[in-house]
């Protein structure tokens, strides 16, 4: 986990590049706003683990807060694909059906997410929550755009350029972090599929 924790943490630097060079106040990501802390998305084997290491880092009440709303989602799950069960290997799934679960929860709050608007796994959140609020130019196969669902309420933020990032070198570390994940039992899941022991 520490290799990828610090792969990871290049998306951290990728971030930080970007705020700085918008200049102070321009970025609205901060602790309480939680806009795109909703909905449903496909995590990596590698961060299903890191996601399962974080939440046996937190106090028991805390963890037990989260493995409670984590349930509480994947029951919401199983009324829309009954047939998913745990693990909750997203491989496992039809495309479509996972891209109509994901529609049907799109304004399901993340199960790390507390009721301040903090997340209580922070330190340990999935790649995709880390690449979320600035446009990514990806050097190589052009530019991903900025996800962030409010970004219209603020356009300096929704105007600012795509910061350069080299994706294909981190997504051909991160498939090696993930085989090596996948090896120890982890696989691609969501993260209420990561948090919630398996029946």
Same mark, same amino acid.
């Given at each position: 986990m520490t290799t990828y924790r610090a792969l990871l943490e290049t998306l951290d630097a990728?971030? *930080?590049r970007g705020r700085d060079a918008a200049g102070p106040d321009v970025i609205p990501c901060k602790r309480a706003c939680s806009a795109c802390c909703h909905g449903v998305f496909d995590i990596s084997a590698a961060d299903a683990e890191l996601v399962a %290491? $974080? /939440?046996a880092a937190l106090p028991a009440e805390e963890a037990t807060r989260v493995r409670i709303r984590a349930t509480e989602q994947l029951r919401e799950y199983a009324t829309h694909l009954p047939e998913w069960t745990s693990p909750w290997n997203v491989d496992a799934l039809d495309e479509r059906a996972f891209d109509a679960l994901t529609e049907a929860l799109a304004t399901a709050p993340c199960p790390a997410l507390e009721d301040d608007g903090g997340c209580a796994i922070y330190a340990s959140r999935p790649a995709t929550c880390r690449m %979320? $609020? /600035? *446009?990514?130019?990806t050097v190589s196969v052009g530019c991903l755009d900025n996800e962030c669902p409010i970004q219209s309420d603020f356009p300096r933020y929704a105007a600012l350029a795509p910061v350069p990032f080299d994706l294909m070198a981190f997504e051909d570390d991160a498939e090696r972090h993930d085989a090596a994940a996948a090896a120890r039992a982890f696989h691609t899941t969501t993260i209420a599929g990561a948090i919630a022991p398996p029946r």
């Open positions: 990728w971030f *930080a %290491t $974080g /939440l %979320t $609020g /600035l *446009a990514m130019d």
